[in-house]
């Protein structure tokens, strides 16, 4: 039996995954109507509750695998008898149930080094702006994948391989995308053999759920050769927005509607697979001879390669960013001894991106996405390809601006780290402690 004091430590934080959930699900579960749960899975997910399997398999749309992970939760839930929007709302269950978990787990990381940073980062896990907006479009599969490939990482930084390769196995049931986790995920394994079989046990996992899908020739057939190309869909936050041509790809488009030009509209998901895939192996083969690289950065490309995609797909939207956010949220907080800041900033800025500006011309939204969003991504480079040089700069912006007003900067930063750690946990040069390996989940 817990004592009394455990309780309390624990029951503040419980209380708050609590609240912050039904929050989540009051704002993010109201309807489905005209959601892409509406347009794409509601059949698919009908007969699932109903437990009509061979209609599930001829209906299922391209994340089909992820409806599969989750129908224990919808068909207990018509059995009981609820209805549609009952359903609805257990399919999205699993995800929520997902972030908690995973806020908690950073909440522990964080709480003994920063207090403040672990309360952050249990906010942001669960209540982040862009949860909201995937559950509002029926897509919580992007909030239950991001859980899934941050904690496959976390699995494999500290050396579970079997753990890691279960994750991971189920991400790649969950959704496409994330392919993009599994060279990150095996290459930080410790020997050979381990990532033999890491790669075995979630080959195994994500060919039981996706093989029968792609056998019944439904629509997850059709949706793979959609993916390949972006069709008329065209939004702001991409980078090829301004070169696309003016038009209307959709009905009701708003005021200043661009559409693709043929060749981006064709290459455009080929780059986005190249680009994702790419930043994970081109870190793995480079990171014996990165100065200072370590295992968590794992974590750190794969937030860069979920970036990537974003950037690159002509389709990018709101949703889009869960898994980049999530991700980027587990690496900070496994690194840093102060709140999770820079995972903060994309928030706010995501926020105003998604939010603040809805409503606006789109060309505006467009400047103001590729505003933060194209530094973020060179920044984001830039430490996972040279932390060292990163290191040594933030080291000289925190001694001119320690020097510049010491009584808020200099004396408890000392405190904090040591007189032999730099802001990214990098030991100053030329001392001899190890880097820390701390794993972000």
Not at 148 to 171: D, N, Q
Not at 313 to 322: E, G, K, Q
């Amino acid at each position: 039996m817990p004592s009394l004091s455990t309780v309390r430590r624990e029951l503040p934080p419980l209380l708050f995954c609590l609240v912050a959930s039904c929050y989540l699900a009051a704002i993010g579960l109201v309807d489905f109507a005209f959601s892409d749960y509406d347009i794409e899975a509601l059949p698919s997910a009908t007969a699932i509750a109903e437990g009509r399997w061979g209609d599930f398999y001829d209906a299922a749309p391209l994340y089909g695998g992820s409806l599969l992970l989750r129908a224990p939760f919808a068909r207990v839930t018509a059995l009981l008898g609820g209805g549609e929007l009952a359903v609805f709302r257990a399919f999205a269950v699993p995800a929520i149930l997902a972030a908690a978990a995973l806020g908690m787990v950073l909440f522990h990381r964080l709480r003994a080094r920063s207090p403040l940073g672990a309360w952050v980062a249990l906010a942001l896990c669960i209540v982040h702006p862009l949860f909201f907006a995937a559950l509002q479009f029926g897509h919580a599969e992007e909030l239950l994948g991001g859980v899934l490939c941050a904690a496959a990482v976390g699995a494999a930084i500290s050396g579970r391989t079997w753990l890691a390769g279960a994750l991971l196995g189920a991400a790649l049931a969950n959704k496409a995308w994330a392919v993009f986790a599994v060279v990150p995920v095996l290459s930080v394994l410790p020997t050979h053999g381990d990532r033999l079989r890491a790669g075995a046990i979630a080959g195994v996992i994500a060919a039981a759920v996706m093989v029968p899908l792609v056998l019944a020739a439904g629509r997850v057939t059709e949706g793979t050769r959609l993916a390949t190309s972006s069709g008329t869909l065209f939004h702001p936050w991409q980078l090829f927005w301004f070169l696309g041509e003016p038009g209307n790809p959709t009905p009701g488009a708003p005021e200043g509607a661009r559409i693709a030009p043929p060749l981006i509209a064709k290459l455009t998901h080929p780059l986005v697979a190249l680009g994702g895939l790419g930043v994970g192996a081109v870190w793995a083969l480079a990171r014996s001879r990165i100065d200072g690289a370590r295992a968590s950065d794992a974590a750190l490309a794969l937030a860069l390669a979920f970036l990537t995609r974003c950037l690159l797909d002509t389709w990018s939207i709101n949703y889009y960013f869960v898994p980049f956010v999530i991700v980027l949220l587990t690496w900070e907080c496994g690194l840093r001894r102060r709140p999770p800041v820079l995972s903060g900033i994309v928030a706010l800025a995501t926020a105003a991106s998604f939010n603040a500006l809805r409503g606006t011309h789109v060309d505006l939204e467009g400047v103001v996405f590729l505003a933060w969003a194209v530094p973020l991504w060179f920044l984001l480079c830039a430490r996972l390809f040279a932390p060292r040089r990163v290191s040594t700069a933030l080291r000289g912006v925190h001694v001119t601006l320690a020097a510049s007003m010491p009584s808020l900067l200099a004396a408890p930063a000392a405190e904090r780290r040591g007189p032999t750690e730099w802001p990214d946990g990098l030991p100053t040069p030329g001392s001899s402690r190890p880097p820390s390996q701390i794993s972000p989940v």
